[in-house]
């Protein structure tokens, strides 16, 4: 899994390279796809147990939508929920963008997204159980004035078709424990617009580990 979220990182470091006014939403999921499968530093990409998920305009109200041949707006955001993987270890993350300078309301938005992950992975401890990740999470957004409903993550590792969740864990009682890995799905979804961004995590001895390389 480390090695998957090195690839990860190309990925969407890829998506900044090619995302532009007029290309089209298959044209920038094919050059994923590549970096996904050719890798970075040696490591080699494998199949994903799910296709990319993107949404722009306002498809990005809903999640786990996949791609068009639309071409992109200026003036709009558009989310990428892709997952790496190496020898079937998968390494989820998300990141949205914006093209051109973004509302006032998405930067509100993002302040609020980031503010919660923070709180979550502070309680992302060995001997805390799921649900206190959760809380936290909810409890930041909330008094903000926001809500999400859906949960805020699940277990992952080893995965195949159709889903890189490993459907063992969730925002429940399960007791974070060493060595456990974990997606943290963070984000806020609206009636014609969203903010996603999560990151994939490992539980370590007195703190969580995480790592954001892609701004």
Known sequence: MRAAEKIATAMHQRVIEV???????????????????RGVDGIWGDYSAAVP????????SAPRLTW???????????FFELA?????????LSRTFYLGKPDQKFADAEKVVL????????????GNVCEDVAQSYYG????????????????????YPPDWGENSASCDRTESRLGMTFHFMSGLWFGDWA???????LIRDG??????RVN
């Open 19 to 37: 995302l532009r006014p007029g290309v089209k939403q298959s044209e920038v999921v094919a050059e994923i796809y590549d970096t996904a499968t």
């Open 140 to 159: 930041v957004i909330e008094r903000h004035g926001q809500r999400k409903p859906s949960r805020t993550g699940y277990s992952i590792g080893l995965a």
């Open 53 to 60: 998920m993107i949404g722009a305009g306002i498809d990005a």
């Open 84 to 92: 790496s993987v190496h020898k079937l270890y998968h390494y989820p």
């Open 115 to 126: 503010e919660g992950m923070g709180a979550g992975l502070k309680k992302a401890l060995p």
């Open 68 to 78: 068009s041949d639309r071409e992109l707006r200026s003036g709009g955001s558009i």
């Open 195 to 201: 903010t996603e961004i999560t990151e994939s995590i």
């Open 207 to 212: 703190q969580s580990a995480w790592r954001t």
